[in-house]
Structure formats: structure tokens, C-alpha cells
């Protein structure tokens, strides 16, 4: 009869050996970003919950449009979190699909995320026609399917030509670099990324140049850990032993940034009274238009009078505030300085019948 070795201290009796991580107090790290990722886990599901209880109290239209985007965000941030539980387990015929497949579509969602909202504040800022909610969403979704397949391709492929068990038999070495040469499309997109938001701080509306300055941090410190990783994952100095300390540590590391830098400063700004100026096209019909001032139709009787009668006097015209455009004037009666002639009258009786003639 064959005794079981004993558990590490801090671990029940007769556990898994692949499940020792989650609680030998030898190997703390194990333990530490286990706490560290459910802390993580805990705080998304928080902000998405608080993300449905105050959309109704979003009053700016365009903000209320990227919800959806960032709802499928903090889902893909949560998935990261939990994904830090397959790392921290050992390697197995089971584990290893589900590293070499989520890591890359769960961080492809995120940075297509990010990627359509720093888009779309590309065409705000410059006062132009915003993506609807629909487009959005099929440009998230879209970007992140191209690493779907990708992932699917390999880890189908993979394993049809050999066994299940092909990522536990492959050394260290190949599977890092298989590892890494997966994720070339999510390179690609947080490079996309990076590039996008910095073109939203070139615009006429500056309200809108503090969302892309998140998404500028965001994507600038996920470039850092990202290149930490690979350059510590590639290189033999650490060694084999380090590796799941490492992508663990990643996915932990990457996922408070998505949170701290990107989620909580938005959710900051999510409820802010609308600005008038902030608003491009869409909603300039709810501005105060200046309107011309209209002195209706010219009075055409009244400029041939000025012709007929000649130029007005220099003291004539008298100034008439808030009144129209037709200024009063003093107008003097005409005087008349004829001199009157005599006149001789006709006698009513030149004619009469019974006048004698020489009396």
C-alpha cells in the first residue's frame, strides 16, 4: 500500500498536486495574485452593475452611445482576471487550450474596445457625424474576431496533429515562442490603438480629448507591461520554473490598468451635465443659432420722394432709437412769397335789357 505525500502546509489533505498553487504558503506568489485577481474580479462586476443603474442617468447622447462598448469591455476585463486561475494551475492537457486560446481573444476584445471608442472620438472632436451604437459594436466585435480564428486554427491544428497533450510535451522554449507568436494580432491592435488615441487630441471640442487621453494611458501602460512579459518570457535567465509567474503576473498587472486608467476615470464622467460646446454636428440643432437681423422689404415710395424732393438738410434728420431703419424728420411747410396783382371784375349788369342808351 502506497502512501500519499503530504500536502504543503496551508493546503487540505489528498488536493490535487496542479491545484497546490492556489494555496502552498511556500509559493506565495501563487497566493498573492490569486487574491490580487479576485479582488479584480470583484471590482468589475461592480462597475458593471453600476454601469446598468446609472445609464439613465447619462444626459450626454454621445456618451450614452459607447455604453455597450464598454459593458463588453469590463466583461472581457473580468474574463482576464479569471484567466489569471488557469495560469497559476499547473500545465496541463487541460489548462493549456485554455491559455493559448483566451489570452489572446480576451485582450483582442478589450483593445477592439478601446480601439472603436478612440475612433469614434476621433470624428467627435473634429465636429463630425459620430458612429452609431450598432456600428460600433460590429466594429468591436469584428476586430476581435480576426484573433478568434487565429486562436481556434492553432489550438485545433495543434492538437489533431498530435495529442491533447501536446502543450505540456513541447519544451519551454518552443511553447513561449508559440505563445507569443499568437498574439501578433493583438500587438497589432494595441498598436492601432496607441496610434488612434493620439489622434484625438486634434480637434475644435476639447471635451472630448479627456476620453482619448484614458485610452492614450491606457494602451501606453499595457505597451510597457506587454513588452516586460514577452522580453522576460523569451529569455532563459529566468527560467522555465518563472514562466507562469510571469503571464499570470501580466494578466493581473493588465487588467488593474484597464480598470484604473480607462474604467474609473470614464465612470467619472459618465453622469456630467452635457456641454453645449462639446456637441459636433449632431446636436447642433440644440445650440443658440445667431440669427441676422432682418430690416424687411426697402419702401420703394419713399426713395422717390428723396429724389423728387432732393437732399435733406444736414439738422433735419432726427436719431430714433429701437425704432426701424427710417429715421424721422422734421418737414417745414412751404411758404409763399407771391406778390398779388390787381384783377379787373366783369359787371353783372353790362347786360341787363332796360338800361337806356346815353342817360
Request: proline content about 6%; some cysteine.
Given at each position: ?22 494555496c ?11 487574491a ?38 469590463l ?37 477592439s ?48 496533429r ?10 519551454p ?57 514577452i ?36 465612470f ?23 440669427m ?13 420722394e ?36 390787381a ?17
Amino acid at each position: 500500500m502506497t502512501r500519499m505525500s503530504p500536502s504543503p502546509s496551508g493546503c487540505r489533505q489528498n488536493l490535487d498536486p496542479k491545484y497546490q498553487r492556489l494555496c502552498d504558503t511556500k509559493e506565495v506568489w501563487g497566493i498573492v495574485l490569486e487574491a490580487v485577481a479576485a479582488a479584480g474580479a470583484v471590482t468589475s462586476v461592480a462597475f458593471m452593475l453600476a454601469l446598468l443603474v446609472l445609464i439613465c442617468k447619462v444626459q450626454d447622447s454621445n456618451r450614452r452611445k459607447v455604453l455597450p462598448v464598454q459593458f463588453l469591455f469590463l466583461l472581457s476585463v473580468l474574463g482576464v482576471f479569471g484567466l489569471t486561475f488557469a495560469f497559476i494551475i499547473t500545465l496541463d492537457s487541460l489548462t493549456g487550450p485554455t491559455r493559448f486560446f483566451l489570452f489572446g481573444v480576451l485582450f483582442s476584445v478589450c483593445f477592439s474596445c478601446l480601439l472603436t471608442h478612440a475612433f469614434n472620438l476621433t470624428k467627435l472632436v473634429r465636429g463630425r457625424k459620430p458612429l452609431s451604437v450598432l456600428v460600433m459594436l460590429g466594429l468591436a466585435v469584428g476586430f476581435s474576431l480576426v484573433q478568434d480564428i487565429i486562436a481556434v486554427e492553432y489550438v485545433v491544428l495543434t492538437m489533431n496533429r498530435t495529442n491533447e497533450a501536446i502543450f505540456t510535451e513541447l519544451s519551454p522554449p518552443r511553447r513561449n515562442e508559440d505563445f507569443v507568436m499568437l498574439l501578433i494580432y493583438v500587438l497589432f491592435l494595441m498598436a492601432l490603438t496607441f496610434l488612434t488615441s493620439c489622434f484625438t487630441f486634434c480637434g475644435s471640442f476639447p471635451g472630448w480629448k479627456r476620453h482619448g487621453a484614458h485610452i492614450y494611458l491606457t494602451t501606453l501602460l499595457s505597451i510597457a507591461i506587454w513588452v516586460t512579459w514577452i522580453t522576460l518570457l523569451l529569455i532563459k535567465t529566468p527560467g522555465p520554473k518563472w514562466d507562469d509567474t510571469i503571464l499570470s503576473s501580466a494578466l493581473v498587472a493588465n487588467g488593474w490598468v484597464f480598470l484604473l486608467a480607462y474604467v474609473a476615470p470614464e465612470f467619472q464622467l459618465l453622469t456630467k451635465q452635457q456641454n453645449p460646446m462639446d456637441y459636433p454636428v449632431e446636436d447642433a440643432f440644440c445650440k443658440p443659432q445667431f440669427m441676422k437681423q432682418s430690416y424687411g422689404v426697402e419702401n420703394r415710395a419713399y426713395t422717390q420722394e428723396e429724389i423728387t424732393q432732393g437732399p435733406e438738410e444736414p439738422g433735419d434728420t432726427v436719431y430714433a432709437p429701437y425704432t426701424t431703419h427710417f429715421q424721422l424728420q422734421n418737414r417745414t411747410a412751404q411758404l409763399d412769397f407771391s406778390i398779388p396783382r390787381a384783377q379787373t371784375r366783369v359787371s353783372p349788369y353790362n347786360d341787363y335789357e332796360g338800361r337806356k342808351d346815353g342817360s
